[in-house]
Structure formats: C-alpha cells, structure tokens
C-alpha cells in the first residue's frame, strides 16, 4: 500500500521495548493504494528472543507487574486447538506491550489470568480478528474495556487483503509465517518453532494499529471504528445463543431424506457429541460428519455392515461401534410423533426463495441491495462491513408501514445496526423501500404530420 521502506531490524530495544515504527501511509483519497511490487523481508524470531511460556503463580505475578508498568496498548493474542479439542479454550496467551517486552502464558496450570486484566483495565488491548479470540480469553479472565481490531480496522479502510500476514506485509514490509496457525496448541511440551510463532503474532501488532489507526483518521472513519470495537467489547459479556437443533448442520445431510433417516443422524450426533465431550476431542476426530449420513441412509442393524460403511473403518471408530448401533436402535424405535419436524425459522426464507414465495419482496430486496452496494463502493467499504446482509434482508421481507428515513433507521437499529450504518444507508433504503410508481400506459400513436413541401407555391 505505501513506498516507505520496509521495518528495519534492530539488535537492541528502544527504551520502550519496541523497534522503529514505519512512518504512516499517505495514500491518495477515497481508499488504500495498491503497494508498488517489492520484496519482502521474513520476520524469523522476536527481536527480544522467544520467551518461556509462563507456568506458575509467581511467573504470573511477575509478568502482572511488568505490564502494569508498561505504556501504551497491549498487543494480545491467543492460540486454541480448533479441529483437535471439543472446547475452544485457549491453550496459549501472548502478550506485548512497551516497556514490558513480549510474554508467552500457558493458562493450563494457572488458575485463571485475572490478576493480569486487571492490570490491563485501563489499557486498550490490540487485536486481530478479535471476535475469534475474545471467548477464550473471557473463559480465563480476561475482557477488554477497550481495543482495536486490527482485521476490522483494515476492512473499515478499504485493504482487500486484511490477514495478519498480509497486512505486515503491505503495510511494514515484513512476511510471516503461518505454517503453525492450524496446530495442535494442546500439544505439551509445545515445540520452540510454534513458540516462535505465537511471540510473532504479537511483535508488530501495536505497528499495525498505529498505521491503521492514521488511515481510518485520514479517510475520516475514525468514529466508525469506534463504534465497532465498542460493540465487540459489549459482546464479551453476552453469552453466545445455543443454536437450535445443531444437528442439522451435519455436512452433507442434504442427502438424508425422509424424518425417519434424520432421527438417525439425530441420533448419531449426539452420541458422537457425548464422546467428543467427555475426551474433549473435536467431533470430527471421532467420527466425520460423512459417516453419520452414510449410516443415517443405510441404516446399518449390525455391526459387521456398521463397519463396512465409509468413515467406520478407523480403529477408534470400531471400539465405538455398540455406541452407534445403539444410537441407530434408539433412533429406529423411536415414534412418528418424536421424530424430527421442520421447525419454522424466524425472520425471512432463503434469498433463493423469495421470487417463488413474494416476488414483490424479492425485488425489495433488489433494490435495497443495490444502495448497499452503492454505498459501499462510494466509501470503499465491504458491502457486509458496511450493513449486516442479515438486516436488509429482514427490512425487505418485512419493512416498517410507514416507510421514512427515520422508521429505517429505528428498525435498522433494533435488528444491532450501528449508528455510523444507520446514517449512511438508511435515506438510500427508505427511497427505495416503496414500490416504484406504475410506468405510465403506452397511449396511441398519434397520426403522423403531412409532409411539407420545399417547392415554393406558383401563382
């Protein structure tokens, strides 16, 4: 995005504990400028070295006084074992922040960290993607008052591109290695190459942001930014809303047809579910979703043809093998009137459906997406960043019956929309909102004038 030179490397720290800050972008208005080609510098190890994960309550106290001595934010990161373990928890906390160095926390043999957001109450916590990160931080904690997503941030300016990797890329010129983002973060002892890797998360975070933070200002986003760390912060005290019927989300259930069939997948979930819990094992470790819809279709009564079935065959799978043929049973003795139903869902069908069941509507929500996209494009902002597509699709199923900017805008605001949203889009949807006026009837053709002569009149 910029022509400054990439982040230099430096042997020692600043007094602050962190390198060199490259110098803002100065892009041309409307939107971040693509980066002339360049080549990239690899960032390898920590400028301070890779620390030891702390382990102990006195480690912990240590590091609870190091940063609570430190200024400015605190770069924040967490490592969990998504597709390993049943739980999302984190197994690895880093933090960074000046004049306290990086620091690698392992939350396992501790207690909790609360000690250490309370020393971080006042402080505003930098992270990326932080939707991802602020449950299992909350699960030991920790919870921001304040932050800023660097992810978010670089979506409200316009980058296309807006991965950790990319972003220090672009912006500072320097390339990290995400090889360890889908590893095993339970594994003990974990490995020095992956320890690396998560002080590296954290080593240029509070660059980012700074960068960001200049751009958002420069495109006069700075207020939009605003209101949406402040809902995410807001978030970590709602807990999540259990989703109803889970079940259904079997991959490939598509295929299952008929209420009886679905009581078997039903059936297999959640014993499958059961396992995973009590191993703490990610579901589809014990056993994927393909096989649950092979044995929902067949129907297997015994254990030889159980086997047989693709995704079955795995030695863990096997000793498990009563724990599905009873689930398969309980499922096949079950009554018509407890088998699964299609409970209707709240709120609009499908946008597939709509020209089908209100062909009105469908071209409500034509036209409503159109000013979204419009809209977006005129502010450089992703279309979804701009408006959930969730609330226009609600608003033109079932728009107020008074259609105004302000009724838009209130109903807008209740479905969670935010105030910066609200104003850019909600004059645009209430114009549109309306069903056009009918195109005036074609009248008849009026007769055609008689041709004038060029040819002066004689006497």
Known sequence: MTDEAPLRRRDAPDQAGDGPHAVPPDPMSGGPEPEPARTSVPLTAPRDGTPRPVETADELAEVVARMAAGSGPVAVDA???????????????????????????????????????????????????ASQDLACLAEVGMKPRRLFDTE???????????????????????????????????????????????????????????????????????????????????????????????????????????????????????????VAARRDSAPGRVLPDS???????????????????????G????????????????????????????????????????AERDPVAAARLQRCRQVVIGTAEAHTLPPENLISPDFIRRLAWSPPEDITPQTVADTLQGFGARNWQVGLIADGIAKVLPEPPPAPPAGPTPPAAPPTSSVPPTD
């Open 79 to 129: 490592e969990r074992a998504s597709g390993y373990r049943y739980t999302q928890r984190a197994y690895l906390v880093q933090l960074r922040r000046a004049g306290a160095g990086t620091v690698l926390i392992d939350p396992m043999p501790l207690d909790d960290l609360r000690t250490l957001d309370a020393a971080l109450a006042e402080t505003e916590w930098v992270l990326h993607a």
């Open 315 to 354: 030695r863990s799978v096997r000793r498990l093998a009563r724990v599905w043929l009873d689930a398969l049973d309980a499922a096949r003795a079950l009554p018509d009137d407890e088998l699964p139903v299609n409970v209707p869902v709240e709120g609009p069908p499908p946008p597939h459906r709509w």
């Open 291 to 313: 096989a649950i819809v092979a044995a929902a279709e067949l129907d297997p009564k015994d254990e030889r043809t159980l086997l047989g079935l693709p995704g079955f065959g």
């Open 152 to 274: 978010l941030a670089a979506r409200l300016a316009g980058f296309e591109r807006v991965g950790l990797a990319a972003l220090t890329e672009q912006l500072l010129g320097r390339s990290l290695e995400k090889h360890h983002s889908a590893a095993d973060w339970s594994t003990r002892p974990l490995p020095e190459s992956w320890l690396t890797y998560a002080a590296l998360d954290v080593e240029l975070l509070t660059d980012l942001r700074d960068l960001l933070a200049a751009e958002l200002d420069r495109q006069g986003k700075t207020a939009w930014a605003a209101e949406e760390f402040a809902a995410l912060v807001a978030s970590t005290d709602r807990p999540p809303r259990p989703r109803p019927d889970p079940w259904r989300r079997t991959s490939g259930i598509h295929r299952v047809r008929g209420a009886r069939a679905q009581s078997r997948v039903r059936a297999l979930w959640y014993a499958r579910d059961g």
